[in-house]
Each structure stands twice: as C-alpha cells, then as structure tokens.
C-alpha cells in the first residue's frame, strides 16, 4: 500500500515538474517575442508574394522590428548554356530586364506594406541574384534573420515535382522560422479578423511556436 502510495507521489510530482517546466518555456517564448525582430520577406510580384505582404503590414511586430524585402533576380539557366545560346549583347540586355524587374517588385512590395503598416516598422529593400531557394536562405543566414515571410503559389503535386517550390525549400533548409502566406479566399478575407489553427505538442519546439 505505501508502495503504491509513493508511486502515485512520484507521478504527481513528475506532471507538476512538468506542468512548471512548460509554464517557464512559455514565459520565455513571450519574453521572447516581445524582442524586436528581423523579419526577411521575400517577395517575386505575383499574387502569391502580395499576400505574404499585405500578411506581415497587418502583424503588430515588437517595437524595433526590422523589415528587409528581397527580391530575386533568377537566372533560369546556368551562365555556360546562357553565353553558348545568345551573343554577349542579349546576355546583357537579359540580366539588366531580369535585376530591373526585381527592383520594381521590392517597389511595389514596399509601397503596399507601407499603405497597411504605415511607419510601424523599419523597412529596407535588396535585390539579390541567383537561385530562389539558395538566395533568401544565405541572405537570411548572413543578415541573420529571425523570421522568413514568403508566399505559396499554391502548386499541385506534379507542379512541385517539375517546377518546385521556393517555399517549400525555404521551409524545409531554414536556420529560422519561416511564415508562409496563401492568398485567402473566404469571404471578408480582407478584413483583419483571423482563424489561426496552432499545433503544438508540449516540446520547446511546440513552445517556439506559441
């Protein structure tokens, strides 16, 4: 009977380590977050990069937040075949329209995240070059980012396999947490009210979600 007894204290004390243990891992999350952020938001012009914008302009960031926009410049095919197919003039005349065309995107990413957030966080802007998949996660490392915000063009299973999927790179190779953003669909999706589902599981990694 005491035998029992004991075994039952031990139980309870272990739930209420654990229960404690949990408790200061959340204290520590929110004391966290509280910390002003470096928040690297990829953007490409389309659709899919708007709504990661207009996403971010709506979260209320810790005071001191930083933003970086970042637009890739992608070279669709490696430099070797690139100078083989076409003279030097057009190779040039490529890669200028390529880099302008990323420098409008962080623009008009800019422009957008400044009518919903106005002054609230400091914004900065860099066109990068190469590889989508490889570019944001080095910017990300060197800038030493804390959070990465990009968007899903929504691409079936097949899309995936022949195109890819940036998002899905930046998710799976990230040293941060990574936000991805789709495009809502449902009615009043452009208001502010939200249902976020949040999935945790009682780790530290549950609590760095929360």
């Not at 243990?21 to 520590?28: E, M, P, S, W």
């Not at 075949?81 to 065309?101: C, H, N, T």
């Not at 957008?112 to 080095?138: N, Q, S, Y």
Request: aromatic content about 6%.
């Amino acid at each position: 009977m005491l035998h029992i007894a004991g075994q039952g204290f031990l139980r309870g004390t272990r739930i209420a380590l654990d229960k404690r243990g949990r408790a200061l891992r959340a204290h520590a999350t929110r004391k966290q977050m509280r910390k002003a952020m470096k928040l690297l938001l990829a953007v490409d012009g389309s659709e899919a990069s708007l709504a990661a914008v207009e996403e971010a302009a709506r979260t209320p960031w810790p005071e001191g937040s930083m933003l970086r926009i970042v637009s890739v410049a992608d070279i669709p095919f490696p430099a070797q075949w690139r100078l083989a197919s076409m003279p030097s003039g057009e190779f040039k005349e490529w890669d200028r329209i390529v880099e302008e065309r990323s420098v409008e995107n962080t623009a008009q990413a800019m422009t957008r995240f400044g009518e919903i957030a106005a002054a609230r966080t400091e914004m900065t802007a860099k066109t990068l070059i190469g590889d989508p998949k490889i570019a944001i996660l080095d910017e990300a490392e060197r800038w030493g980012a804390d959070l990465i915000i990009v968007g899903t063009h929504g691409y079936n299973a097949l899309e995936r396999l022949w195109l890819g999927s940036v998002s899905r790179a930046v998710a799976s190779h990230a040293k941060c947490s990574v936000q991805i953003a789709r495009r809502r669909k449902a009615k009043g999706a452009d208001g502010k009210a939200m249902r976020i589902l949040l999935a945790v599981d009682g780790s530290e990694f549950g609590d760095a979600a929360v």
